[in-house]
């Protein structure tokens, strides 16, 4: 990747307190129903987020938590929006499916949306990125563990932009956004290992200049990042990943999110962009 000055786009995003956050059931191997979550701090630590995000600049709307949907913390599941159009979510697990209609309440309400009812299993910005400036705006799909290929044409359908579909492998990078990330509008990062050898050469032939992540800095949720085009900010475990970003011209900024991770998700998961 070459030097040139990283620049940061003013962003919108949509955040859900972990109000009602607990691991009581398990849908991810990250997931462990055994060791009980420290609710005060997994408050704490998604305000500095919060905050974090605000203090860059950045719109955050918040979302109500509802009870009995422990997961809806993570907000990025919950839909996926390009240019005012937004597809929505419909998981694949029941005990996630009445998040889709607390999201779809919101952007009914919100602003002057084009919502979209989703056909088919997907969960949202967990399994679609968007690249706006790659290609004249491309977005980039998982399948493999939640997101159903058939959704992916339907997403291209209802965005009219290409979608490119890319196999997840390994269970532990279950969602797209586990295993990589835009770190602005054309570049990405991801940790090759997670996807197929054929979507890797598919990521290759797209992305030459990628920053490839390994595994340690996956496991660290470090690919679990969300970035302004300059600021990246990114689990405090992920050092190896905050290294490399540095290096490539972003500035990576830590924010602690230990007890998201104990639902098997970080920084990306608990924030979804609204592209409008
Ligand atoms: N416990 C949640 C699940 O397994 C975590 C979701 C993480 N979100 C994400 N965008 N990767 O569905």
New binding site residues.
């Given amino acids: 990747m070459s030097h040139v000055e990283r620049l940061p786009r003013n962003r919108t995003y949509l955040m859900c307190p972990p109000e009602h956050f607990t691991v009581e059931y398990a849908?991810?191997p990250w997931?462990d129903i055994e060791v009980a979550v420290d609710a005060g701090r997994a408050l704490h630590q998604w305000e500095a987020l919060r905050t974090t995000l605000t203090g860059l600049g950045h719109q955050v709307h918040v979302l109500d938590a509802r009870p009995g949907l422990p997961?809806m913390v993570?907000s990025?599941?919950g839909a996926f929006s390009v240019d005012g159009t937004v597809y929505g979510a419909r998981f694949k697990?029941p005990q996630?499916a009445a998040e889709a209609a607390a999201h779809q309440a919101f952007y009914a309400s919100s602003f002057s949306w084009r919502f979209v009812a989703p056909q088919q299993v997907n969960?949202g910005?967990?399994d679609f990125a968007y690249l706006p400036g790659a290609y004249g705006g491309l977005v980039l799909a998982g399948y493999g563990f939640r997101t159903d290929p058939a959704a992916h044409a339907e997403a291209q359908e209802v965005l009219g932009r290409p979608v490119i579909s890319l196999n997840l492998v390994d269970p532990a990078f279950?969602?797209l956004?586990?295993a990589l990330a835009a770190l602005d509008d054309r570049h990405v990062t991801y940790y090759p290992g997670a996807f197929s050898p054929a979507s890797q050469r598919v990521l290759a032939q797209l992305f030459p200049d990628a920053l490839l992540a390994d595994r340690e800095d996956a496991e660290a949720f470090g690919l679990?990042l969300v970035s302004d085009g300059r600021h990246v900010i990114l689990n405090t475990e992920a050092t190896g990943m905050a290294r490399k970003v540095r290096a490539a011209g972003y500035d990576p900024v830590h924010v602690d999110l230990s007890e998201l991770k104990r639902?098997?998700?970080s920084v990306?998961?608990a924030v979804a962009e609204l592209r409008a």
């Fill in positions: 849908i991810n997931m997961d993570y990025a599941n697990y996630r969960e910005e967990g279950y969602h956004d586990t679990n639902g098997g998700g990306k998961c």
